[in-house]
């Protein structure tokens, strides 16, 4: 037999073989899934030294993102000036200074701590306001006694007159009755409110000079919008109540109330879930609600936090109760709102980030996706300039203009705001099974492995994202599409009864080599 006999024989019996047949299949370049780039984190340099100092001493005792911190610094420093002050912007352009700001965080990011070392001053202040409020109030309730009782009686006198004199008693009387009605009694001075319903919203406007704010460590104010109590969603306090535009509620059997410029301020935290599911809220998007919210969604710092931080200096948070105090107490009794100019220069950086929202407002531009959130965007960047420079001068600021570099600093928070709102109305327009298939393709690039089993896989994620087995299932799906695994057949069944064997895939070479 010669050298090329041996070889034929060799090759006899493959020559109708495919090379996939001994190989597997040939893998193609994967579709890539769609990402989320990484987020900014909070510019706490925005704030004068008093407001960042407080930021980041309490995001580090609390372990907590400085954006949770931070935003509710925000929303804090809107409920001491809301219903206010404005930024007179432009020609008749004028922006309020209350803000509506969501910052979505997992559970145990200890959010309420955060709430009571960022809000306990702001309700201190408010003690304060009753307080120095109670001689006036109670000078009212004797006033308002004293007339009703003075009309009674003439109502009285009145009925009982002579004929004679029985008409200039009646319009005594009904003078001294109109008299009373006027009268008003001061509301106990409320600055911020929990749980509330659209209806309460529109009284507690009504009573505390058009003002209030709804600052809270859970979401169910979003509950309650949706029609937690009435069955159908309930928005239109909280559209009004941004935009000051005039509130008028007539209810049968209540006087009717009037508010010229309603200012509710906002400041939640929110688990990313409520977030996400903020969309399904009928007419929220339709009607505009979502587009009023400033929104964060930072990284939490669950499982890489410090067991022993640095706590919070108490020189730091006397400071920041102090010039919070000193703020609401200086605007509490304005009636008329204070009216904010800018500097041509603060002018001129506003104009520049106006020109760069405008360019990317159109059908192809980057904004597109959040078009209506976007097209509020320069208007949220004055209010925030506002309440930077109240920060930057709580004692008189009321009487200075804003400058470009306080302008610049507001532009730096919406571009950070700008980012994350991309991000949320991402994800709330997304499919889900693209999100989880996201994080599986992360877990089996991290880990790597050429084959893995659909049980081995469920262990390695974490129960929150997938409770159940099943719930893989279209995050596998996918991924299979987009070519980044293959379902291998299942081994032949040797026997009867018992648990199937778990289904097993096959990673792309680009998995496999951690790439």
């Known amino acids: 037999m010669t050298t090329n006999d041996a070889g034929a024989d060799l090759w006899e019996g493959f020559e109708h073989i495919e090379p996939e047949q001994i190989t597997g299949p040939a893998w193609d370049e994967p579709v890539p899934l769609r990402t989320r780039p990484p987020l900014p984190e909070f510019p706490v340099e925005v704030f004068p030294a008093w407001l960042g100092n407080m930021v980041r001493g309490v995001a580090e005792e609390t372990q907590t993102p400085a954006d949770l911190a931070g935003c509710l610094a925000l929303a804090v420093l809107a409920t001491a000036a809301g219903g206010r002050v404005k930024v007179c912007v432009r020609g008749h352009w004028r922006e309020p200074v209350n803000i509506y700001t969501a910052i979505a ?8 701590a955060v709430f009571d070392l960022m809000v306990q001053p702001l309700l201190d202040a408010e003690k304060a306001l009753i307080e120095l409020s109670g001689p ?8 308002a006694r004293l007339a009703k009782s003075a009309a009674e009686k003439a109502a009285g006198k009145a009925a009982s007159a002579e004929p004679e004199h029985r008409d200039t008693l009646t319009a005594e009387a009904v003078q001294l009755a109109q008299d009373a ?28 000079g058009g003002r209030i704010s709804c600052l809270s460590a859970e979401g169910e104010l979003f ?7 009435t069955g159908k969603p309930n928005m239109g306090m909280f559209l009004k109540g941004h935009a000051g535009d005039m509130l008028r509620v007539n209810r049968q059997g209540r006087s009717a109330q009037h508010v010229d410029s309603p200012a509710v ?12 599911a903020l969309s399904r809220i009928d007419g929220a998007d339709g009607r505009g609600l979502l587009a009023r919210f400033l929104y964060s969604k930072p990284l939490s710092l669950v499982g890489y936090r410090s067991l022993t931080p640095a706590l919070l200096d108490e020189q730091v948070a006397a400071t920041y109760a102090k ?16 009216l904010i100019q800018l500097t041509p220069e603060a002018d001129a950086v506003l104009l520049a980030f ?52 306080t302008m610049a600093a507001a532009t730096e928070l919406g571009v950070y705001f700008t980012a994350h709102a991309l991000d949320v ?3 709330m327009s997304a499919d889900p099974a693209h999100e989880s298939a996201v994080t599986v393709l992360a877990q089996l690039v991290s880990s790597n492995p050429a084959q893995f089993t659909k049980r081995e896989l469920f262990r390695m994620l974490r129960r929150a994202e997938f409770p159940a087995i099943g719930d893989l299932d279209p995050a596998l799906s996918l991924l299979e599409e987009h070519g980044w695994i293959r379902q291998q057949p299942p081994p032949p069944r040797t026997g009867r009864g018992g648990r199937p064997p778990s289904p097993r895939y096959e990673t792309h070479p680009r998995i496999a080599r951690g790439a």
Not at 183 to 188: I, N
Not at 265 to 276: F, K
Not at 323 to 338: E, F, V, Y
Not at 364 to 390: C, E, N, Q, T, Y
Request: aromatic content about 4%; hydrophobic content about 40%; proline content about 8%.
């Open 181 to 208: 009605d006027k009268m008003r009694v001061p509301a106990e001075p409320q600055l911020v409110a929990d749980d509330v319903t659209p209806e309460n919203v529109g009284t507690l406007l009504d009573e505390q």
């Open 105 to 112: 965080l997992p559970p145990g990011n200890r959010k309420s």
């Open 223 to 229: 509950d309650i919008i949706a029609g937690r109590y």
């Open 265 to 276: 301020t906002i400041g939640l935290a929110v688990q990313p879930e409520v977030l996400d």
């Open 136 to 143: 006036v109030r109670a000078e009212a309730e004797t006033l």
């Open 323 to 338: 010039h919070l105090a000193g703020l609401t107490l200086a605007l509490a009794d304005w009636t008329d709102p204070a």
């Open 425 to 427: 109305f991402s994800v």
């Open 354 to 405: 106006q020109k760069v929202t405008e360019s990317r407002l159109g059908p192809d531009g980057s904004f597109a996706p959040i078009v209506k959130w976007a097209s509020k965007r320069d208007g949220a960047v004055a209010r925030i300039a506002g309440l930077l420079h109240l920060a930057a001068h709580p004692e008189d600021g009321w009487h200075k203009p804003i400058e470009a570099s």
